[in-house]
T-cell receptor, first 112, second 114 residues
């Protein structure tokens, strides 16, 4: 699976949009981009995923560049409860012997 | 609530002992994954089961073993415990074990080895 690069930390003001970048320059055509987050010591929470097109759900939006080498997770109106470590990972489609590995992620701190 | 249930929430035991962690996946999910997260460390993939069969292994120690039962619940067995095994252990489940199938995590079992 392709590796990802994320900034170690970011800050955001409460009520503003949080834009979290992720670089996955070695992504293959059959690999999905996934975002998860982990609030301190809780189980990671699935946020959103996409293959080529931009995606939106009730939690966030995912913008994938046309060359698919990078993506941005957007939390439109960040709240204090969005403070967490955000993980961007790339997952190969198909096959049954794949491992889902997490990097160090980005610690997003939402400030009042 | 992710729908994934892990028991117990906390476990304190001594070195050399053996423990069993249990995971009940979301209803309908066939895949179960186990992860270890040590203090201030990232999530380390241990093992993946799909419909009762082992499908992928990570850096799982030989002292650790896992199983997925016919009712799809899974158990992670940790034996000859060492201080360094103290960690959060997470279970996750997904509908199938493929790329277009998000993982849903439980809230973990916190293991403390003294």
């Amino acid at each position: 699976d392709a590796k990802t690069t994320q900034p170690p930390s970011m800050d955001c003001a409460e009520g503003r949009a949080a834009n979290l970048p992720c670089n996955h320059s070695t992504i293959s055509g059959n690999e999905y981009v996934y975002w998860y987050r982990q609030i301190h010591s809780q189980g990671p929470q699935y946020i959103i995923h996409g293959l080529k097109n931009n995606e939106t759900n009730e939690m966030a939006s995912l913008i994938i560049t046309e060359d698919r080498k990078s993506s941005t997770l957007i939390l439109p109106h960040a709240t204090l409860r969005d403070t967490a470590v955000y993980y961007c990972i790339v997952v190969r489609s198909g096959g049954s012997n794949y491992k889902l590995t997490f990097g160090k992620g980005t610690l997003l701190t939402v400030n009042p | 609530d992710s729908g994934v249930t892990q028991t117990p929430k906390h476990l304190i035991t001594a070195t050399g002992q053996r423990v069993t962690l249990r995971c009940s996946p979301r209803s309908g999910d066939l895949s179960v994954y186990w992860y270890q997260q040590s203090l201030d460390q990232g999530l380390q993939f241990l093992i993946h089961y799909y419909n009762g069969e082992e499908r992928a292994k990570g850096n799982i120690l030989e002292r650790f073993s896992a199983q997925q039962f016919p009712d799809l619940h899974s158990e992670l067995n940790l034996s000859s415990l060492e201080l360094g095994d103290s960690a959060l252990y997470f279970c996750a489940s997904s509908v199938v074990g493929l790329g277009n199938s998000p993982l849903h995590f439980g809230n973990g079992t916190r293991l403390t080895v003294t």
